[in-house]
């Protein structure tokens, strides 16, 4: 049934009123008249009883059994009672839990404890009885059977005896401390002092200062055809880069200055060479990341740009005899040796290259980082190629690793691109 609306109720209040008005009149008539209007009596009191059929008693039924809309903190204290119950009811789970774990020692086991620890495992393996049948902890029996059998005495200790050592101290490892021409330490990692070697060898056959590409071609052929082939060797570049980084990872270097990219350094920073490739292999903020390290102050918080350029000075005249010939050619596989770049020192032999003056692990690494980012994209793409072939026989061309390097001499066919078609 539908709601009485606002002018229902307020006709029904004011007939309710007008009802009660009647009922002392008529009760004053009643009195008056006495016993001499009976009908009159009869009829007020028809009027004044309900009639049950009238929509009323629906109104009123239907507004009784209306549930009530709760307020706003009504909703709100209802709320937070339940997450109240909700906390508790948590609470005593885990402390059901706590004092379920935290649970005191079992019947007889402090006794079983102390029996055991009573037992002489060595005198119950050396009775004849416990090689009969199997027993209890036969397994601690039998290692005691076999300490015995490798010579093992009661009251001694285990292992060589001490005085059986050699009495010289073991000597160091020399390899990352310096090597034959140094006048003192290095403080290279291992592998990276003939890296190092290789990185200033191509920094001196290259012009001390790159001309523009632009600048030199003289034809729109030959600039287009120079642009496609040098976009496609910063693509190689990018990926032997990638593979490199990963491969020493794997080795557990955390540093090489082969990973560095000059192409993500700012346009304004000196070393800044501009690339085809937009985004480094690993994102530019990698790539920033790597480089700040590489080019970071000295561990020792000194200024170390005169030591940088006092060890650069030693190669300047040579660098700058090398202007005008082509990029370096490294040693081919015959000649490299088997093991990592840090051992490839047969590409120096046979020349005199100048002793650099001892700097610190902070400045060679600036060094050799400074020497890397002068290179062009073709010298840094051979560097890092020759060492994934020496050190991990792996090659870019073929995008696959080879087991062995004399597998990789004998199935790959040359260390150019060109020998891959």
């Known amino acids: 049934m539908k709601k009485r609306s606002l002018v229902d109720q307020l006709q029904a209040w004011r007939a309710e009123e007008e009802q009660g008005a009647r009922a002392p009149a008529a009760t004053e008539a009643r009195v008056g008249l006495g016993a001499h209007a009976p009908s009159e009596a009869s009829a007020s009191a028809s009027d004044e009883e309900p009639d049950y059929m009238s929509d009323a008693f629906l109104a009123q039924l239907e507004e009784r059994d209306a549930p009530r809309q709760l307020t706003y903190a009504e909703k709100r204290a209802k709320v937070l009672r339940e997450h109240q119950e909700h906390q508790r009811r948590e609470m005593e789970e885990a402390d059901a839990r706590r004092s379920k774990r935290q649970r005191g020692p079992l019947a007889g086991e402090e006794e079983a404890r102390q029996v055991g620890m009573a037992v002489n495992v060595l005198e119950r393996a050396a009775a004849p009885a416990d090689r009969e049948a199997p027993q209890a902890g036969s397994g601690t029996t039998a290692a005691v059977r076999m300490m015995l059998a490798m010579g093992y005495k009661p009251g001694t200790a285990l292992g060589a005896d001490a005085s059986a050592g050699s009495s010289e101290p073991i000597a160091p490892d020399q390899r990352w401390l310096s090597h034959a021409g140094d006048t003192g330490p290095r403080r290279l990692g291992i592998g990276h002092v003939a890296l190092s070697q290789q990185i200033a060898e191509a920094a001196r056959q290259v012009p001390a200062v790159l001309d523009d590409p632009e600048t030199q071609a003289d034809r729109f052929r030959q600039s287009k055809a120079a642009e496609a082939t040098q976009r496609h060797m910063e693509q190689v570049l990018r990926k032997a880069r990638q593979i490199c980084r990963e491969l020493d990872e794997e080795e557990g270097f955390e540093y090489s200055p082969l990973w560095l990219d000059p192409s993500s350094l700012p346009p304004e920073h000196a070393y800044f060479q501009a690339s085809y490739v937009r985004e480094n292999e690993r994102g530019q903020e990698d790539a920033l990341a790597l480089l700040d390290y590489a080019f970071g102050e000295g561990e020792d918080g000194k200024d170390e740009e005169g030591e940088v350029r006092k060890a650069n000075s030693t190669t300047g005249s040579e660098a700058g ?47 050799d980082a400074a020497r890397f980012c002068t290179l062009s994209a073709t010298t840094r793409l051979a560097l890092t190629h020759a060492h994934l072939r020496t050190t991990y026989a792996y090659c870019v061309y073929c995008g696959e690793r080879y087991a062995t390097y004399d597998e990789l001499l004998a199935v790959c066919p040359g260390e150019a691109e060109d020998a891959h078609e």
């Open 321 to 367: 005899e090398a202007v005008g010939r082509e990029a370096p050619t490294l040693p081919s596989d015959e000649d490299a040796p088997r093991a990592g770049l840090g051992r490839c020192e047969a590409a120096d032999a046979g020349r005199a290259s100048p002793t650099p003056p001892p700097v610190s692990s902070a400045t060679q690494r600036r060094l």
